[in-house]
């Protein structure tokens, strides 16, 4: 089953982690990075079935809260929040 857990550390100041799991038979996968206003800021597509961990270098971003979602073939499969702290 398709899951994506909290990222690591968090909050977290230049680089964070999250974990992930996409299944044999999806077909696209991808990690999206929103801010608080829903706008989009980072499309991360997934190219490897199974687990996984994205690591993922945020010092082009603001201090403040984020919202990122695992979202494979179309589906929300799950939606956490980050915090960068500079």
Known sequence: EAFIKQNVPNPFENETSIEYFVPDNATNASI????V???LIK????D????????I???DLQSGAYIYQ???DSQTIGSKQ?????
């Open 48 to 55: 490897s079935k199974g687990s996984g961990v994205l690591k």
């Open 82 to 86: 980050m915090i960068q702290a500079k």
């Open 43 to 46: 499309n991360i597509v997934i």
């Open 32 to 35: 999206n990075i929103y801010n």
């Open 57 to 59: 270098n945020t010092q």
């Open 37 to 39: 206003s829903g706008q």
């Open 70 to 72: 695992l979202v494979i």
